[in-house]
């Protein structure tokens, strides 16, 4: 007993240095990108470093700017694309390729009518306000709100230009309120195809849900987009999108590229590094993506699944599928961490939320431990999330407020 009681004690000794030294890592990152960033809020369109500010903004920018001149279709010109880049930052800017669909476009359109500091700023503020609201409706505990926002992922995303910060607050909200607000939980699941390939395994997370409101929800925000779009821009753009959605990665993915590969963590990049073929690597990526599959399906149909087991399946299956995931996407694993730390019912629980909080740290440091490493070693960890958070003699046992209905 008393040896059951001092390794408890321990174990929160452990969980409280471990939780102080991410959080001085956090506000210390979160501090210096904010320092980097620091020339836009003067009206600078370049960060300390006379770099682009938030480089990957320039992408959103370039085709909010077209849709505010009423040309959609021209973000998906990667002459025009190049050109308008050029405008902005000089004739020695690369080419960023827009490889969103018009859903996204449309509501980046008044981003289009400010100047590219301002909307970064807009952009910026926007996303942080988002993930701050979806923190407080999900997990309403006051630490938990400066832990997700000071995550050095979410600094290195929103710095970056990303997208993908909005995307971790839509999958958060929604995914805390299933039970609470069904139908609304549904809507801002479905708006997560503003990142497509982040929604691929969202209907399979609807459909063992066992709730109808839910799926409504989905269905009603995710086709309202589309149609919106169409009925503002026209087919011309979707038939744009179409037609460039092949060429988007087919230099990542046909060659070897060391450079880019270092921040893509997915399966196919980790067996093109360990010598396979590109043909091998989509079969040997399309293999793994069907066993998460199900695995993702045998999860979530478990008894008794909360809010947290339900979000770490669905973004470690998410990982291992999609072959067009970017460092700064690992975001998302701080919805997991967040909700099984409020859900946190034994010692083993904030161990694991810790573990999360790690890993989704891990964006802006992820290149440097590819090239130490040599392989893409993200894959594994999603792997072994999956096989964790799927198995039910594993998952540790504890009092779950959110669980499935």
Do not use: N
């Amino acid at each position: 007993m008393f040896a059951s009681d001092a390794g408890s004690r321990l174990r929160r000794v452990v969980v409280i240095v471990v939780f102080a030294s991410l959080g001085a890592l956090a506000v210390v990152t979160s501090a210096s990108y904010a320092w980097v960033l620091a020339p836009v809020a003067a009206g600078s369109t370049r960060d300390r470093f006379e770099r682009p500010a938030a480089w990957d903004f320039r992408a959103f920018y370039s085709a909010a700017h077209f849709a505010s001149q009423g040309r959609p279709a021209a973000a998906y010109d990667e002459a025009r694309m190049q050109a308008y880049g050029r405008e902005l930052f000089g004739q020695d800017t690369p080419l960023i390729p827009w490889p969103y669909p018009p859903s996204t476009v449309l509501p980046l359109e008044p981003l289009g009518a400010l100047g590219y500091s301002h909307a970064l700023l807009l952009w910026v503020g926007l996303g942080l306000g988002s993930l701050a609201l979806a923190i407080f409706v999900a997990t309403r505990p006051r630490h938990l709100l400066l832990l997700g926002l000071l995550s050095p992922s979410v600094a290195y995303a929103i710095t970056s230009g990303q997208i993908s910060v909005y995307m971790a607050a839509l999958l958060l909200a929604g995914l805390g309120l299933l039970r609470r607000a069904p139908s609304w939980a549904g809507a801002l699941l479905g708006l997560l195809v503003l990142k497509p390939q982040l929604a691929l395994l969202v209907p399979v997370l609807l459909f063992t849900w066992r709730d109808r409101r839910v799926l409504a929800g989905a269905c009603a925000s995710a086709s309202g987009l589309v149609l919106s779009s169409v009925l503002v821009f026209g087919w011309r753009p979707w038939l744009a999108f179409w037609s460039a959605l092949p060429h988007h990665g087919a230099d990542l993915f046909a060659h070897a590229r060391p450079d880019l590969w270092a921040r893509v963590p997915t399966v196919y990049v980790l067996l093109r590094q360990l010598g396979a073929s590109a043909s091998g690597a989509w079969s040997g990526h399309a293999l793994i993506a069907l066993v998460s599959l199900a695995l993702l399906w045998r999860g979530l149909r478990l008894p008794g699944v909360d809010d947290g087991r339900r979000a770490l399946l669905l973004v470690s299956a998410t990982l291992l599928s999609v072959p067009y995931v970017w460092d700064y996407d690992l975001v998302i694993l701080v919805v997991p961490a967040l909700l099984i730390w409020r859900d946190r019912g034994s010692d083993e629980r904030p161990l694991l939320a810790i573990v999360l909080f790690f890993l989704a740290s891990l964006g802006p440091g992820l290149r440097y431990l590819t090239a130490f490493t040599g392989l893409q070693l993200g894959p594994l960890a999603w792997a072994a999330l999956l096989v964790w958070a799927s198995w039910p003699r594993v998952w540790p046992h504890g009092e779950p407020s959110h669980v499935s209905p």
